[in-house]
């Protein structure tokens, strides 16, 4: 088994005058879970689509198990599989019927078995019978997302799977993720609930304007480029801090009465800062921390304020292996 | 080459438009015995003979061929035009499909629909005028061939359309002004110059006066000119279909 699963190569792709893709690199290791994370129009979906044969690139090259699509367009997608971002349905056909076409467009014999196991990983066993047609907004998205999975596919693509549904499917959904990912299963998701991203993927790639800004280990990226803010309340106010803690760059608020001091690289750990107040026996009170979330890191990218450093890993595209 | 696929996605065609009886076999089957009945038994009383065949002959094999014609192309048009507004035409482009598979897939469930009418609207006119079958080898290449070349013409089409519109251009500007002046219901033979001639540059003059020959063994046109046209049309039409589905045109953004 090859160690990437998809290689992505100076991707282009225009509509007219616009560029939806301007020249994207992207490595994809094998049983990972990478989250593509950008606004709307982003570009996201457009690189979906170009891996999984739904738009035609302007230039670049993609190679998915090590078989350059330009050569081969058809064999890798036997062991790929696509959640679409659009519901899409066939009313002429039951649920079961419509992954029984799924499994024969994927080369797979008639298999009730497997059909029955995806429809109860997706609690759809009910409505195995149903027309899809008659299905609700959520259900139609699990049908979706059993479409995607019901041919084993080595490679999954989940393009905004959990969108419009109720929070026990995303939950669900989260989970059977995860025992995909376990299985070996290789996950490629583009969402909108950052909490989401931030559960599960073990990498993230932010793209803005068809240009990809970053690609990093999800928790080395919250590290890096998240923050720590630090609050003290003190039981009286204070006139001025201990020197050492105003170098480190707290500041006071309230008359006194609250320290706000701001970890970042570079900066003394608030844990050490809160270490200097008890040390100057200063009356603190109650304290909070609240660590960043990938959601502050992504406005942080998307609005270009990244620190030097960053920027230039962006850049040069170390980042992206 | 992934038989599967290809195989899965004829017999969904078949199964799609089988879950709709009322309106993809009875309703033409209806119509094409209306025209049996109102041309052959109205018109039939006054032509009597075409050509040394009784009128309510005549005209079986052009109704046959309307029957395959028609349903043919819509079956083949009409499911691929309906997977792109329901957007299920993602489901054919991101599956191990290739311009083979989707090809004749499609051609293979227009086949089956347009065969299925052309010999129930067969049957119908048994039951009014008799069996007849002179050529059956002959028969059954004509009637496969009218079956392949407008089930390929309907997924050109249907790859082509855009909107609803669209897709109603071939069948209502192309093909029944094309059909109703392809012999049907009259002899080439019988049009003064310069309609003869014209009429010879109808393909479906060639499909019905071949249906003809083989059930009736008249024929004012060779059938194996008739069928060496036919044969190109279908490749022709076979190889711009290929093209399409190989690039993606109007289907892959």
């Not at chain 2, 048994?126 to 079956?147: E, K, N, R, W």
């Amino acid at each position: 088994m090859p160690e990437t699963v998809l290689e992505v190569r100076e991707l282009v792709k225009r509509f007219g005058e616009l560029t939806a893709l301007d020249s994207v690199s992207l490595d994809i290791r094998t049983g990972e879970i990478f989250a593509l994370l950008g606004p709307n129009g982003a570009g996201k979906t457009t690189l979906i689509g170009v891996v999984c044969g739904l738009v035609k690139k302007t230039s670049g090259t993609v190679k998915l198990f090590g078989i350059d699509l330009d050569r081969d367009p058809v064999t890798p997608r036997f062991q790929l599989g696509l959640v679409p971002q659009e519901i899409n349905f066939d009313p002429f056909f039951t649920v079961a019927e419509s992954l029984q076409i799924q499994l024969g467009y994927y080369g797979k014999p008639r298999d009730d078995a497997r059909i029955a196991e995806v429809l109860t990983a997706l609690n759809l066993q009910q409505k195995a019978n149903a027309t899809t047609r008659a299905l609700s907004g959520g259900m139609k998205r699990r049908l979706l997302i059993a479409k995607a999975l019901v041919h084993r596919p080595r490679l999954v693509f989940l393009d905004e799977p959990t969108a419009g549904v109720d929070v026990e499917l995303r939950r669900d959904l989260w989970a059977y993720v995860r025992k995909l990912r376990s299985e070996g299963t290789t996950i490629i998701l583009t969402t909108h609930y950052l909490e989401e991203a931030e559960e599960l993927a073990d990498r993230v790639g932010i793209i803005n304007e068809g240009k990809l800004l970053l690609v990093e280990e999800k928790s080395a990226l919250i590290r890096r480029l998240g923050e720590r803010k630090l609050e003290v309340r003190f039981a009286s106010p204070l006139s001025s801090l201990p020197e050492p803690v105003a170098r480190a760059g707290a500041s006071l608020l309230d008359g006194g009465l609250r320290l706000l001091y701001t970890e970042r690289s570079g900066r003394p750990h608030a844990g050490e800062v809160l270490r200097m107040l008890y040390a100057a026996h200063l009356p603190v009170e109650d304290v909070e921390t609240r660590r960043s979330r990938l959601e502050d890191v992504l406005l942080l990218v998307l609005r270009g304020n990244l620190p030097g450093e960053a920027i230039s890993l962006a850049r040069s595209g170390e980042a992206q292996g | 080459m992934n038989v599967v696929g290809m195989k899965t996605l004829l017999v969904k065609e078949v199964r799609r438009f089988l879950r709709v009886p009322g309106q993809t076999v009875l309703s033409p089957l209806v119509s094409t015995t209306l025209y049996f009945v109102v041309f052959g038994y109205s018109l039939g009383g006054r032509i009597q003979q075409v050509n040394g065949v009784p009128y309510t002959l005549f005209i079986v094999p052009g109704l046959v061929f309307l029957g395959i014609a028609n349903n043919a192309f819509l079956n083949a048009s009409s499911s691929l035009f309906i997977t792109k507004i329901q957007g299920t035409v993602v489901d054919l482009l991101a599956a191990p499909l290739g311009p083979v598979e989707i090809l004749f897939g499609f051609i293979g469930g227009g086949m089956v629909r347009g065969l299925a009418v052309g010999l129930l609207t067969w049957g119908v006119a048994i039951a009014f005028s008799g069996f007849h079958l002179v050529h059956p080898v002959a028969t059954i290449l004509f009637l496969l061939i009218i079956g392949y070349v407008f089930s390929v013409l309907g997924l050109l089409a249907g790859i082509w359309a855009e909107k609803f519109e669209q897709i109603n251009f071939f069948p209502t500007f192309v093909m029944l002004p094309l059909t109703f002046l392809g012999g049907v219901f009259y002899s080439v033979d019988a049009l003064g110059e310069p309609w003869h001639a014209i009429s010879l540059g109808n393909p479906m003059v060639y499909m019905v006066e071949g249906l003809r020959y083989g059930m009736l063994g008249q024929s004012v046109l060779s059938p194996a000119l008739g069928s060496g046209i036919l044969a190109l049309l279908a490749l022709a039409a076979t190889a711009l279909s290929f093209a399409a589905l190989r690039s993606g045109y109007k289907l892959k953004l």
